[in-house]
Every structure is written in structure tokens, then in C-alpha cells.
């Protein structure tokens, strides 16, 4: 489903996959999209018109699928065949190196992608010789992993009840945040050092992640949140949950924005 971002206003709605959609994205100019489906296919489709351009078939679940900001025609998507896979859009190049589903990849830059797996690893890897770079072993699986859309490339990753800050370039650990219960996503803020994360307990935390302070902490939905992300202007973050809906929350409450109409009195 295509939604406005200030308002969540429908759209459209990409139909096509025969199963649950695990995940879905959208090129920089608003021109293609991208979903990851549980009937073992990755889809591409024109944004604009809701036509299925192609259809890339796995041998397991897509769990994952990312556009690069370099090439808007590569597409990366991760699956439980513990392989990633990078399209052109029409000839795949295949990395090898879990040992678990994949349940994530994201682009870093145009020459690494990141990736997390079950195998209880974060794993980089160069893209012209496709060769893993770096590993992260963790205690447990990493749920998610976002990279900073500024020149810093921190990673900003979530296993177990914990939230973590690396430096991309060296991979050191710079933050590491215990929350109350299992967090399965988090969103870094665009401009801002803050992020967002969600989990287990149904409620959704906002950080400072220079001073470790907790700014904010609400609750809405009645499941689990599965999915954060912050929009390109900052203004507002999206959450999906297990309850079966999406939210639009405002960053900075008590500001006119889309649907959010302040009144002085």
C-alpha cells in the first residue's frame, strides 16, 4: 500500500504477492518500488502507475529489500536462503557467507552493504568482489539494522533488549542502550542525535544518543511494533505493529504538520 507521508493518506496498492509482505521500499524520486514477499519473490513496480515491472524469484522467504541511493536500479534484497542478492535490475549478484536467514540488508555506500542474520551476525560486505569484510558477532540475532543519512555511516542496530550505536568505518562500539524489553526496530532521526525504537512492550522510546537521556516514551498500539522509520524531513516517524495498523507520530508535538493543525488560543 502507497501512502502520503504528511497525512497517510491512501494511495494505491502494489498487488501482486501471493503471501504476507515482509517489507517494501521506494527509490529517492518516487518512481519505483520495491516489496519482499513470503511466496519467495522480490517485485519491482512502477510507483506511479501500481504496475509489476518484474518479479525476482528466491528459494525461501524475502525478508528484505533495499534500493541503493547511488544506482536507483540496483536493488539488494535479503531472504532465508542465508544468501544476499544485488539486482541490476536484470542480473543478480550473490553473496554468500551466513549461516542463518538473512532478515536484512541495506546499502552503506556504492561499495558496501550491511546485512543481519539468525546465524547471530552483522556481516559487511564489498560489492564488487563480494567478499564479507567485516563480521559483528552478537548474543543473540540482530532484529534491525539503519545507517545514518549523514557523512558519519553509523549503524544503528537492535538484538535483544539492547540498541546499539558502531561507527560503519571501523565498526567500533560507540553507544549501546539498555531498554526494558526486546526492541525489534529503531530509526535514527535525520538531522537530529536522536532515535526511535520499538519492541515487545507495545511502547515506542525516543533517545538522545549523545547524552543516553530518554526524551520521550508512548504508547498506542495494542502489539508488538515490528518497524520504524523517520521521514526524510524529520518531522514525523512511522510505526508498524503486530495490532494490524501503522502510526504517524509528530517529532516535535504541537507543531503544524499534514493532518496536525495547531490553534492558538
Known amino acids: 500500500m502507497l501512502r502520503e507521508g504528511d497525512t497517510g493518506d491512501w494511495i494505491g496498492s502494489f498487488i501482486g504477492h501471493k503471501g504476507a509482505v515482509w517489507g517494501a521500499t521506494i527509490t529517492g524520486n518516487a518512481e519505483l518500488a520495491a516489496t519482499a514477499g513470503s511466496d519467495f519473490t522480490a517485485k519491482l513496480w ?101 545507517i545514518s543519512r549523514d557523512d558519519q555511516a553509523l549503524l544503528l542496530i537492535t538484538h535483544g533488549k539492547k540498541v546499539e550505536i558502531y561507527d560503519g568505518n571501523n565498526l567500533n562500539k560507540l553507544q549501546s542502550f539498555e531498554m526494558p524489553c526486546e526492541m525489534n526496530t529503531a530509526s535514527f532521526h535525520p538531522t537530529a542525535r536522536e ?13 538522545n544518543f549523545e547524552t543516553g537521556v530518554e526524551l520521550e516514551s508512548y504508547k498506542g498500539h495494542f502489539g508488538p511494533i ?37 490553534v492558538n488560543v
Open 46 to 146: 512502477d510507483a506511479n502507475t501500481g504496475a509489476e515491472l518484474q518479479t525476482f524469484e528466491h528459494k525461501h522467504i524475502v525478508r528484505s529489500v533495499d534500493f541503493s541511493s547511488i544506482n536507483k536500479e540496483w536493488l539488494l534484497t535479503a531472504s532465508n536462503e542465508k544468501l544476499i542478492k544485488i539486482y541490476d535490475v536484470t542480473a543478480p549478484t550473490v553473496f554468500n557467507g551466513h549461516t542463518g536467514p538473512v532478515k536484512k540488508a541495506i546499502f552503506m555506500d556504492a561499495k558496501r552493504i550491511c546485512t543481519a542474520s539468525d546465524d547471530k551476525t552483522i556481516k559487511i560486505f564489498d560489492i564488487d568482489s563480494g567478499n564479507c569484510i567485516s563480521t559483528i558477532d552478537f548474543p543473540s540475532p540482530p532484529n534491525s539494522i539503519e
Open 195 to 207: 532515535f526511535v525504537c520499538g519492541g515487545l512492550d507495545f511502547r515506542i522510546y525516543k533517545y
Open 226 to 262: 515490528h518497524c520504524m522509520s523517520y521521514s526524510p524531513d524529520g518531522e514525523v516517524y512511522a510505526s508498524g505493529s503486530e495490532d494490524g495498523t501503522l502510526r504517524l507520530w509528530q517529532n516535535t508535538v504541537g507543531t503544524t504538520y499534514g493532518l496536525w493543525e495547531m
